[in-house]
């Protein structure tokens, strides 16, 4: 399996965790970053072997929490119009999360959501799932959408 990592920290927590067995690689903070990064690495579009891993903002899931990603949407907070989810699967990796719930990403930090159900926010998954359709996700709550508190988390 690859193992992607957005940041730095969260590359270094995949390291440890899955690097004996897997490749991790560093993919970049944002859209454009790990679309570039995804882009170079040549992966047939419907690879079953790539990972998405690491932090997330929640609105609801205390920090710590760990989940797997059961759809993955665009974040809209003005946007009106129905966004077809992609459906994830739960990773096939030794230790996956047992609580799945979907994510919505935004090409920014996300702060306020109008999204009442227990779910994940990121800025990479839901446009990464555009040119890999199966990939799973892995991630850690990190935060309340509260910069702050993300900035802190990762720190430590």
């Not at 932090?55 to 993955?72: C, H, I, Q, R, W």
């Not at 109008?114 to 799973?136: R, S």
Request: hydrophobic share 40%; net charge negative; aromatic share 12%.
């Amino acid at each position: 399996m690859i193992i992607l990592a957005p940041f730095a920290p969260e590359y270094e927590i995949a390291k440890k965790r899955f690097g004996l067995y897997h490749e991790v690689i560093l993919l970049g903070v944002g859209p454009r970053n790990a679309m570039e990064t995804l882009l170079e690495l040549k992966l047939p579009r419907y690879a079953n072997n790539l990972m998405l891993f690491g932090f997330a903002g929640s609105n609801t899931l205390p920090m710590d929490t760990e989940v797997f990603v059961t759809e993955s949407y665009l974040h809209q907070f003005h946007g009106s119009y129905d966004d077809k989810p992609c459906i994830l699967r739960r990773p096939e990796i030794e230790g996956a999360p047992e609580i799945g719930v979907p994510c919505y990403s935004s090409s920014d930090f996300v702060v306020e959501t109008k999204v009442k159900e227990p779910a994940i926010f990121d800025m990479e998954l839901a446009f990464l799932t555009l040119f890999h359709p199966n990939i799973t996700s892995w991630r850690i709550v990190s935060d309340n959408l509260n910069l702050q508190e993300f900035e802190d988390y990762y720190k430590k």
